[in-house]
């Protein structure tokens, strides 16, 4: 799977910008990865928004997230290829100006299959952009200073997440959810245009590269299948439903066949001969279990403090982004930390640290203050640049040289796919404990007629009015414990992903980063 977009020789002969074109391009570069980050997340706190303004459930509301996610983890794999076959800065600047069109189709959507479609198009556009992003990069800075250029890629990657739910909030309370994706389009049209100017000299050699058709077939075939599975599983009755049990057996199958399609094909469009590496393998494998426990609790915590708490999008914004605003200052540290000792260590601790707070969090109650939320969230964004930096140094690090391009795009996919699923399953998860806790919660209230009635007779409430508060003081009960236990499993999650770094051996060289695209 090659995410490069030019060869590696490339960034060595070509002569680097240098004053104000440089500054420009690597800002304009840099927004352009944070834009495409931020809109994983901006989304997270305006689903229940979202699902009102559409007519639409809650739960519906999330395929908003998890469309983009699966989308931009499907299109990553074909970026190597796009790029030697159109070029890169053509690659990149096309994608760019259609992420801001398929943003406009976002935000004028009228019904839910609109904006589903509209966001899977954005992530279709958005997955190669990343890559690509870096790849320029470090095509424009001397080599001397690509440490600079990859710090500012990585703060941008760090921050995006932070500022999304943020954005997020404040744009859905103040002017409404379209304008989340309509920010985008001005960005998208300028940056598109200067860019190409600017870079028209760091085009890649195009190559006719052909694409492993098959594979593409087969990967699109079994991530959807499984990725509506998960949506459409609780609506369904899960597995006493023919529907899902059909798409159970297609994502099944269709993941076996790509499997040995790919393992036997001579150029395939995944090349999963790289988990062969011990060290690569126990990589990907704790970052896709730390991300999709990470991701976890990035969408539940804004959904349950809107539909539970009574916070305004906005303020969910502001109190989930706290997990970010830490790791933004411990993100030097860590680069730097991991140049020094044995990265698993480092992922080994921030892993760790990470499933600590999360092990606090699952002890929360229905009267919290808002600071008794956030602040847990705020130490723990400690331990993500020490979970995500050195890891990524470790997988790199594990593979062949002329491998590590083909790793980080495998590293990503997996990672973002992973985020989406874990996505789906802690929705369906949250509504069903919800459910059965409650009815747990009913079978124990003593005699709930007669304290309605006790209610109603004090004077201060009508026999309705104290049913209803009666059933929403057993809802929000069972809602909190729901919410208790996934953060709870999430603990456990993270637990058995910082134990898996130590399936790795100690590595014994430093990862060649400039092709890391």
């Not at 002969?13 to 834009?35: C, D, H, R, V, Y």
């Amino acid at each position: 799977m090659s995410t490069n977009g030019g060869s590696s020789s490339a960034v060595d002969q070509i002569e680097p910008l240098t004053g104000a074109k440089l500054i420009i391009s690597a800002l304009l570069l840099a927004f352009s990865n944070f834009m495409v980050v931020l809109d994983m997340t901006i989304a997270n706190v305006s689903v229940s928004n979202i699902a009102g303004g559409l007519a639409v459930s809650v739960n519906e509301g999330t395929y908003v997230i998890t469309s983009y996610a699966v989308a931009e983890a499907i299109c990553v794999p074909l970026t190597g290829w796009l790029a030697s076959r159109f070029g890169t800065v053509r690659v990149f600047t096309f994608c760019m100006l259609m992420f801001g069109v398929c943003s406009a189709l976002c935000g004028l959507a009228d019904s839910l299959g609109m904006l589903v479609a509209g966001r899977v198009l954005q992530g279709l556009m958005g997955g190669p952009l990343m890559p690509l992003s870096q790849t320029l990069m470090l095509l424009i800075f001397p080599k001397e200073k690509r440490g600079i250029a990859l710090a500012l890629w990585s703060i941008t990657t760090l921050v995006a997440p932070v500022l999304g739910p943020v954005f997020g909030g404040y744009i859905c309370d103040n002017w409404g959810w379209g304008y989340i994706f309509f920010i985008n389009i001005p960005f998208a049209l300028v940056f598109s245009v200067v860019l190409m100017n600017f870079l028209r000299r760091f085009e890649s050699v195009i190559v006719k590269n052909k694409v492993d058709f098959v594979g593409l077939i087969l990967l699109i075939i079994w991530v959807s299948a499984l990725q509506i599975m998960l949506d459409e599983g609780k609506n369904y009755d899960w597995f006493e439903s023919t529907e899902i049990c059909a798409l159970l057996i297609t994502a099944i199958l269709g993941f076996i066949s790509f499997l040995i399609w790919e393992l036997t094909h001579e150029k395939p469009i995944v090349d999963l001969r790289v988990f062969r590496h011990r060290g690569y393998m126990a990589s990907v494998l704790t970052i896709s279990l730390a991300f999709g426990a990470f991701n976890c609790s990035i969408v539940l915590t804004p959904l349950w403090l809107q539909n539970y708490m009574a916070y305004t999008a906005t303020w969910s914004g502001f109190t989930t982004a706290a997990m970010g605003v830490l790791a933004v200052f411990a993100a030097p540290f860590a680069a730097n930390m991991s140049t020094k000792y044995d990265p698993r260590i480092l992922v080994f601790c921030g892993v760790g640290w990470l499933g600590l707070l999360t092990f606090y969090r699952s002890f929360g109650s229905t009267d919290m203050a808002e600071f008794q939320v956030s602040i847990p969230l705020l130490i723990q964004g400690i331990g993500l640049p020490f979970f995500f930096v050195p890891l990524t140094s470790l997988a790199l690090s594990s593979v062949n040289p002329e491998e590590t391009a083909s790793a980080a795009g495998l590293m990503n996919f997996s990672r973002t796919l992973a985020g989406a699923m874990a996505t789906s399953i802690v929705t369906t998860s949250w509504d069903n404990s919800t459910n059965i806790l409650r009815n747990d919660l009913v079978d124990k209230v003593s005699m709930p007629d007669q304290i309605a009635s006790m209610l109603g007779g004090a004077g201060e409430f009508s026999r309705e009015m104290a049913t209803y508060l009666l059933d929403q003081l057993v809802q929000a009960q069972a809602v909190v414990m729901a919410t208790n236990h996934i953060f709870m499993v999430t603990s456990v999650t993270f637990a058995f992903a910082a134990s898996a770094i130590w399936l790795a051996p100690k590595p014994q060289r430093t990862a060649d980063t400039s092709a890391a695209h």
